[in-house]
């Protein structure tokens, strides 16, 4: 069994700053991947930034010099440092990770419960 556990979402103003944390919890033998995704309403879910073991860091364009992500290893977790927020940030944030278990032979995607970010004055 694999659990994601996000926190850090909130109310904020325009031109604040959030952090969000993403811990993932069970048997895991490794972990390829871990990232975010968000989804306003009305609109798909799109990926946020991602950092993946090996290949780097990549980012939406409309986050890049605003969003930072992070990872401890050591810790099974993921952070997305979100400065200057927009109102067109406001979404319901989900992380995502691309790992193994101990009893099994295949990377596979889990998905967190979510967590709401609103960017409003």
């Known amino acids: 069994q694999v659990q994601l556990v996000e926190s850090g979402g909130g109310l904020v103003q325009p031109g604040g700053s959030l952090r969000l944390s993403c811990a993932a919890y069970g048997s895991i033998f490794s972990i390829n991947a871990m990232g975010w995704y968000r989804q306003a309403p009305g609109k798909q879910r799109e990926l946020v930034a991602a950092?993946?073991?090996?290949?780097?860091?990549n980012y939406a364009d409309s986050v890049k010099d605003r969003f930072t992500i992070s990872r401890d290893n050591a810790k099974n977790t993921v952070y997305l440092q979100m400065n200057s927020l927009k109102p067109e940030d406001t979404a319901v944030y989900y992380c995502?990770?691309?790992?193994?278990?101990?009893?099994?032979?295949?990377?596979?995607?889990?998905w967190g419960q979510g967590t709401q970010v609103t960017v409003s004055s």
């Open positions: 950092q993946t073991s090996g290949t780097g860091t």
């Open positions: 995502n990770a691309e790992l193994k278990r101990w009893s099994t032979d295949r990377y596979t995607h889990y």
